[in-house]
């Protein structure tokens, strides 16, 4: 069965460095998302590809994040710097080019779980 | 803007026996729902969703959900709870049209004892 993949799966970092995960999609999937996940609440977008295209960054913190997927397949997020509020879970997800990107169901990675000392 | 509401943090239930993991949404429009469960240090598992038609929709694992527009909830059902159901639960909500982003819930823990 096809998986998103992500990595790392932990990541251990000191406020002020930069960090980095990568996410590959399922085969074939257009759409790209990437999701923060504070302990004890559900996943919030902070970024999403249609394609290389980003279609929403709204609730992205542009000052120290930035994503890419230059070539429509994998995809990067970045923290430079990170800081304390940062830790969290990084989700990864993806979903079918067909038909509408707000019905068709999501398939998550694993994440990354962040940890900023 | 639109949100979703999960009024239970954790739901207790004994093995054999029905569960329900409440949601109610708000969105300005036709929704989009979805359920998806989390196991610890998984990602998100997708379990059903409701489009449009039949307001009873049926999932993975014998999950089942109701549609109810006039009271906009989006309830989690199962006839015969299992153990290995205990997991975290997430509602979510997107509007139908184009691009329009999933907002989930904080989730609801469920937990099925023997």
Same mark, same amino acid.
């Given at each position: 069965?096809?998986?998103?993949?992500?990595?790392?799966?932990?990541?251990?970092?000191?406020?002020?460095?930069?960090?980095?995960?990568?996410?590959?999609?399922?085969?074939?999937?257009? &759409? +790209?998302?990437?999701?923060?996940?504070? =302990? $004890?609440?559900?996943?919030?977008? /902070?970024?999403?590809?249609?394609?290389?295209?980003?279609?929403?960054?709204?609730?992205?913190?542009?000052?120290?994040?930035?994503?890419?997927?230059?070539?429509?397949?994998?995809? &990067? +997020?970045?923290?430079?710097?990170?800081? =304390? $509020?940062?830790?969290?879970?990084? /989700?990864?997800?993806?979903?079918?080019?067909?038909?509408?990107?707000?019905?068709?169901?999501?398939?998550?990675?694993?994440?990354?779980?962040?940890?900023?000392? | 803007?639109?949100?979703?509401?999960?009024?239970?943090?954790?739901?207790?239930?004994?093995?054999?026996?029905?569960?329900?993991?409440?949601?109610?949404?708000?969105?300005?429009?036709?929704?989009?729902?979805?359920?998806?469960?989390?196991?610890?240090?998984?990602?998100?598992?997708?379990?059903?969703?409701?489009?449009?038609?039949?307001?009873?929709?049926?999932?993975?694992?014998?999950?089942?959900?109701?549609?109810?527009?006039?009271?906009?909830?989006?309830?989690?059902?199962?006839?015969?709870?299992?153990?290995?159901?205990?997991?975290?639960?997430?509602?979510?909500?997107?509007?139908?049209?184009?691009?329009?982003?999933?907002?989930?819930?904080?989730?609801?823990?469920?937990?099925?004892?023997?």
């Amino acid at each position: 069965e096809a998986e998103v993949a992500q990595s790392p799966r932990y990541k251990i970092t000191e406020k002020s460095q930069a960090v980095a995960f990568w996410c590959d999609p399922i085969s074939g999937h257009a &759409t +790209l998302y990437w999701y923060r996940q504070i =302990l $004890g609440q559900g996943p919030e977008l /902070l970024v999403q590809f249609q394609d290389e295209s980003v279609v929403d960054d709204s609730q992205l913190p542009k000052d120290r994040f930035s994503a890419e997927r230059l070539k429509g397949v994998d995809s &990067t +997020l970045k923290i430079q710097p990170a800081e =304390l $509020g940062d830790s969290a879970m990084y /989700l990864c997800a993806s979903s079918l080019r067909t038909g509408s990107p707000s019905y068709n169901e999501q398939f998550f990675g694993p994440g990354t779980r962040l940890t900023v000392l | 803007a639109q949100s979703v509401a999960q009024p239970e943090d954790q739901v207790n239930v004994a093995e054999g026996n029905p569960l329900t993991v409440k949601c109610t949404y708000s969105v300005s429009g036709n929704p989009y729902l979805f359920w998806y469960v989390q196991y610890p240090n998984r990602g998100l598992q997708f379990l059903l969703k409701y489009i449009t038609g039949d307001n009873l929709v049926k999932g993975s694992y014998g999950f089942e959900a109701e549609f109810n527009k006039s009271q906009t909830s989006f309830h989690l059902k199962k006839p015969s709870a299992l153990v290995s159901d205990s997991a975290l639960y997430f509602c979510a909500v997107s509007l139908n049209s184009g691009y329009s982003t999933l907002t989930f819930g904080k989730g609801t823990m469920l937990l099925v004892s023997p």
